[in-house]
């Protein structure tokens, strides 16, 4: 089973220039749940009180999915999650030399003897605990065998795998979440970032090799270029893994415009899933075999997504173009007069920058009749 753990409200949060206030998270968290999220990741209690004041309002939301907080792997971090009556934490340590040199000295020792004190003081208070690599692909993947074994040893619950700097490929994501999967030690969670563009196809990778858990960001907010897309993974593994989700389209609508006006971040017309012209058809040949069939040039249908679908009459089209438009209008139209239009056409798109509406093409057809 495949699980979405969605950070939005967390790793989402910390994008450079977003603030979520109280009345923004709430609705987030609400609408993760109705759209599919199967956990969510919701603050960092650490940060002080007004943080913890909006977690105890997220956890009073009473959804019935599990609610996590993040943490450094130390004890105060671990007091103020449990003071909010969190009942799952992810605590994060560096497991890089890079990393482990930056916040531990390059002390090992030191590192695993305070992961294993608050580990057991958090599954004494019997919190699901997920042990949070900070770095892992720029990790020695020993090290991290040896992480993996010491929180199965103490009762953990999942290891996540995180691309902190988002440096892995697919292939590279398969061969490491493999090997360590293989060891049937913890759980996996996939925590991808997208530096290179590649977040959410290695959390998917991260699925395919063994993991069993992702982290998302509804439109792939989050630190630098962003994670993994809520939407792209929830869809994927929807339409290409056979996850058993009842995606309500208008949900997801809604949940992608909230996060987009509490984070001031536009939504790119050709983003996937969800911009606006990824089902709009301009080409001649696509239409045409549109016309036919509806999974001609779709993998999945605007209605799934909240969408439209739209064929512009613009530089590309061509006459199945302009005789779906006119026919719309009640006109049945001279086949020969319509390729006669297209350069017409053509020539004023390129000229203006902007496409044709079907008012115009209807003033243009009627013209060319009377010529």
Avoid at 7 to 16: F, I, K, Y
Avoid at 55 to 67: D, Y
Avoid at 117 to 128: H, I, Q, S, W
Wanted: charged share 25%.
């Amino acid at each position: 089973m495949f699980l979405i753990n969605d950070t939005t409200l967390r790793d989402g949060e910390q994008a450079p220039y977003v603030a979520f206030n109280t009345k923004e998270k709430l609705d987030i968290a609400k609408k993760l749940f109705e759209a599919g999220a199967d956990e969510l990741e919701v603050g960092i209690p650490a940060m002080g009180q007004k943080e913890q004041d909006d977690l105890k309002e997220i956890l009073a939301l009473n959804l019935p999915i599990r609610i996590m907080s993040w943490n450094r792997a130390t004890l105060n971090d671990l007091e103020a999650s449990i003071n909010c009556g969190l009942k799952a934490v992810d605590l994060s340590i560096p497991v890089s030399d890079i990393l482990i040199d930056v916040k531990f000295g390059g002390d090992k020792d030191k590192l695993l003897r305070q992961l294993e004190t608050v580990v057991l003081e958090a599954k004494k208070e019997g919190l699901f605990v997920c042990i949070g690599g900070e770095d892992s692909s720029r990790a020695n993947l020993d090290f991290l065998k040896e992480i993996m074994s010491l929180g199965k040893s103490i009762g953990a619950d999942r290891f996540r795998y995180c691309d902190t700097v988002g440096i892995l490929t697919p292939q590279k994501t398969y061969k490491n979440i493999k090997e360590l999967s293989s060891l049937k030690l913890l759980d996996i969670e996939m925590h991808t970032h997208n530096d290179f563009g590649m977040a959410t196809a290695n959390a998917i990778s991260g699925f395919e090799a063994g993991a069993m858990s992702a982290n998302t960001t509804v439109i792939g907010l989050g630190e630098r270029a962003g994670n993994a897309s809520f939407e792209q993974v929830l869809m994927s593994l929807t339409r290409l893994f056979g996850k058993n989700v009842d995606i309500n389209s208008e949900k997801l609508k809604s949940l992608i415009q909230s996060v987009s006006l509490a984070s001031n971040r536009r939504i790119d017309t050709n983003l996937p899933i969800i911009g606006e012209y990824i089902f709009a058809h301009e080409s001649g040949i696509h239409v045409n075999g549109m016309m036919k069939s509806k999974s001609a040039y779709e993998p999945f249908t605007p209605n799934e997504v909240g969408l439209q679908r739209a064929f512009p009459i613009g530089k590309h089209s061509g006459t199945s173009t302009l005789l779906y438009h006119l026919q719309a209008m009640g006109i049945n139209p001279d086949k020969k007069r319509l390729q006669e239009l297209l350069p017409i056409v053509r020539e004023i798109v390129t000229n203006r920058k902007k496409v044709l509406d079907s008012t115009e093409l209807k003033e243009l057809y009627l013209c060319s009749l009377d010529i």
